[in-house]
């Protein structure tokens, strides 16, 4: 997992279930990253426990899922990421 950051805010934690492969979801980590927001990402074509969780919140298959806090967005909604982020 790849982790970016700007220390000197509150951390949040956030997570991306992503697949190589798709581009909505290299433009949601290039969005956090523009924001200097720190993320965790789990591929899940290749990581079954993050494919369980991922179906397990988003209760569908589909990537991106972006998990801010506990706050699940399903696609790359920069709107939702915003508001989640607290921007």
Do not use: W
């Amino acid at each position: 997992s790849v982790l970016y950051g700007n220390y000197s805010e509150i951390k949040q934690m956030v997570k991306i279930y992503s697949t190589q492969t798709c581009p909505y979801c290299v433009m949601a980590k290039d969005y956090f990253k523009k924001l200097g927001v720190e993320y965790q990402d789990f591929d899940v074509s290749t990581n079954e426990k993050a494919r369980e969780e991922l179906i397990q919140k988003s209760h569908q298959m589909g990537v991106p899922v972006v998990d801010i806090d506990g706050i699940i967005i399903v696609g790359f909604n920069r709107p939702e990421i915003d508001k989640a982020l607290k921007r």
